[in-house]
């Protein structure tokens, strides 16, 4: 069926065709070639989403249609970047503008054994064999925006931990969009090896505190059995921005996957894990914490297929919404018929500081087998009268308990990072962007 | 005199509480506040403390020296007055300690004393966890998430005895314990009695005045003080129940 557009959405699916027919010119390989071309119909099927599409409903986007991303361009010089490292040893990874800087990035050759990481343009000249890279293509291309990214990315990465490993230093990967109206594509591979373990930083910020960019970002995560894999995400892109991000997580049997996505920055962002329990005794923790201000719309969600027995799941995201934002949250948790003593359990909380701001929140529970503990909830609301009182009757100022309680409650899904210095500073970046809300 | 009551009357919505009390508290002493259900007596814990929920219509509070009423909740904190809550409020998130040092340093600041750094605060905390026979993982656990009932109240008293105060408030602290708790509340409202700190102890039953006894009884009803007396008053109404006292108030 061939869907209708408007003339706005029609402009937007010619351009993005367009720059994806130039891509394919200069594609040698006949397998890439065809992922392209197949992304390419996909996403003439499903560009773009409107509010008509459930997925879709309140994450509006009129704003990302109204302007055209392209990849061209130059990036501007990256002068600062010390600023936004953290203070804690990390191995150091940066893309400018959706390609990897090797000048600003830390020496691959010197990576510890075990650990291969390259560009995903490299892994694409250096392989003629490229189905390793796409063998889930089909799991990718049901998300319109996933297929965007499979026709048009040109770079990101990849990175393999041999089995066995245990990477003690995290990887901070670290990705700046310099110039206006342009889009990074970023492809990403990550696969963990059995009994491996690694930590992964990734920091998405724009050098310009305004003009939009678009961020689009298609991860797929790999875990062998036993493997351990914790990943943390801060988006603070400028507040025109926009962001696009599909994790697709496959998880093997007794492997342990933890998530923390913090959302800060851009007009329209969206992220969106798709995670696959494939094994038996598998953990895993997805959190978020988001906030959004003036005319944000900030969405956070998941998916989460307990396919096999034994499997544990827990979630936490929390949204603090101000002036007119928008908070949407949807998150699923599929129990197959045969994953027996499935325990997943699945919370939103939400934080509205405004009469204007606007949540919607759908958890969702599809069960098919018949001996699991599965529970979702959430609630949405303002700051408890009582506990401000509380904190008064203290001696604490109001305007510094309104504070405290704000930040307590946003805070909360950050405490799944396990080591101390990468938590308290991914605290002190979402305590500094709540210093932008109008709390007195 | 370190608190004086004077006509006091507060409503909540357009319904009257408070229907002209008087109150004199002297440096030192406790005095028990008791009545049936409906007399007013949290309201009056709760007007003192400063909640916005109630208005108050007329009367004056003189605290130290100071017009207590025009006082926002938390500079009377400041300048030593303290609620005990009759339901200790959960704050998930925020840690006893981040939330006492924070409070601690308030009042210290309105003291003119500097303020207590991490370190120096920590020692002084486990000093009164200690005199107050505490759990040691207190500090670091979010304020009040988690108690039992009797934790609750504990952690209030553990508040009290961090910040000081010259009149403390106990807002129906008995309810809803078993008696080991009540015992254990009483023992660190004991613990913090000093010939400089009151104490109004607002209650329904006289047992919680078996263990923290008051110099002073008063019985209210209907939004005023109706009778005053010492402890035997306490032990009469225990033997009788309010209603006598309230017979002979309304005949009179």
């Known amino acids: ?146 297929s965007l990214n499979s026709m048009l990315f040109q770079d990101g990465m990849v990175l393999e931990v041999a089995a066995n490993v245990t990477l003690s230093l995290p990887i901070f990967v670290l990705h700046l969009q310099t110039q206006p109206l342009h889009h990074s594509v970023l492809r990403q591979r990550v696969s963990v090896g059995e009994n491996a373990e690694v930590t992964l930083i990734e920091r998405y910020v724009s050098l310009q505190s305004q003009g ?32 696009f991000n599909n994790q697709f997580i496959y998880q093997a049997e007794a492997s342990q996957f933890t998530t923390f996505y913090g959302a800060i920055g851009s ?34 969600r998941t998916c989460t297929h307990h396919n096999q027995a034994k499997g544990f799941s827990r979630q936490l995201h929390k949204f603090v919404l101000e002036d007119q934002a928008i908070g949407v949250f949807d998150g699923m948790i599929r129990v197959d018929q045969q994953a027996q003593k499935t325990d997943g359990q699945m919370d939103n909380k939400n934080l509205l500081l405004s009469d204007f701001a606007k949540m919607n929140t759908k958890p969702k529970l599809e069960i098919y087998a018949d001996d699991v503990k599965c529970s979702h909830g959430s609630a949405s609301g303002q700051i408890d009268k009582n506990q401000i009182f509380y904190l008064q009757a203290r001696g604490i100022h109001k305007a510094d308990a309104l504070r405290m309680i704000t930040q307590a409650f946003l805070l909360e899904p950050a405490e799944v990072v396990r080591q101390e210095p990468i938590r308290r500073w991914v605290m002190e970046r979402l305590a500094l962007a709540l210093q932008q809300t109008h709390l007195p | 005199m370190l608190l004086n009551i004077e006509n006091l009357q507060a409503q909540i919505d ?124 207190l500090l670091e656990r979010s304020v009040n998430v988690g108690f039992s009932g009797g934790e609750k109240k504990r952690n209030d008293i553990f508040q009290m005895a961090l910040l000081e105060p010259k009149l403390c408030i106990m807002d129906e602290t008995d309810s809803g314990l ?75």
């Open chain 1, 1 to 146: 069926m061939v869907k209708k557009r408007s003339p706005i959405a029609q402009q937007a699916l010619d351009f993005y065709l367009q720059q994806a027919q130039q891509i394919a010119q200069t594609s040698q390989n006949p397998f890439l070639s065809k992922v392209r071309q197949q992304a390419q119909e996909r996403f003439v099927e499903q560009a773009f989403p409107t509010a008509k599409d459930e997925d879709w409903k309140y994450s509006k986007l009129s704003g990302f249609l109204a302007q055209h991303f392209s990849q061209q361009g130059i990036s501007q010089p990256v002068a600062n970047w010390q600023a936004w490292m953290p203070s804690f040893p990390v191995i150091k990874l940066v893309w400018v503008d959706g390609h990897f800087c090797e000048t600003l990035s830390d020496e691959l050759s010197q990576l510890p054994a075990g650990v291969l990481l390259e560009s995903f343009a490299d892994a694409l000249q250096a392989n003629t064999e490229l189905g390793g890279l796409f063998a889930n293509q089909d799991t990718v291309l049901a998300e319109p925006f996933a």
């Open chain 1, 212 to 243: 939009a960019g678009c961020v689009n970002v298609v991860t797929e995560i790999e875990l062998g059995k036993h493997a351990r894999v914790q990943q943390i995400l801060l988006q603070e892109q400028n507040r025109d921005s926009f962001y």
């Open chain 1, 267 to 300: 007009q329209l962002s969206r992220h969106q894990n798709h995670l696959f329990m494939d094994g038996e005794q598998i953990e895993n923790q997805q959190n978020s914490a988001c906030i959004g201000l003036g005319a944000q719309t900030v969405d956070s």
């Open chain 2, 14 to 137: 357009e319904k009257v509480i408070l229907k002209g009390l008087n109150l004199q508290v002297n440096a030192g002493e406790v005095h028990a506040i008791m009545g049936p259900n409906g007399a007013g007596k949290s309201t009056l814990a709760s007007v003192l403390a400063g909640r916005e929920d109630y208005e108050v219509s007329a009367g004056a509070v003189d605290f130290d020296g100071e017009d207590l009423l025009a006082l926002d909740p938390e500079e009377r904190a400041r300048k030593g007055l303290f609620l005990a809550f009759q339901y200790p409020v959960e704050i998930p998130g925020v840690s006893n300690k981040l939330f006492m040092q924070t409070a601690v340093n308030a009042v210290r600041q309105e003291r003119g004393l500097p303020a207590l750094d991490m370190f120096d605060f920590d020692e002084f905390a486990k000093e009164r966890i200690a005199l107050l026979e505490m759990r040691a993982d």
């Open chain 2, 178 to 252: 078993d008696i080991d708790a009540l015992r254990l509340v009483a023992n660190g409202v004991n613990a913090l009695r000093s010939p400089q700190r009151s104490f109004i102890v607002v209650t329904h039953y006289q047992r919680l005045l078996d263990y923290i006894k008051p110099d002073h009884v008063h019985v209210l009803y209907d939004g005023r003080i109706i009778k005053s007396g010492g402890f035997e008053l306490a032990l009469e109404l225990e033997k009788n129940g309010y209603d006598e006292i309230i017979q002979q108030y309304q005949n009179a």
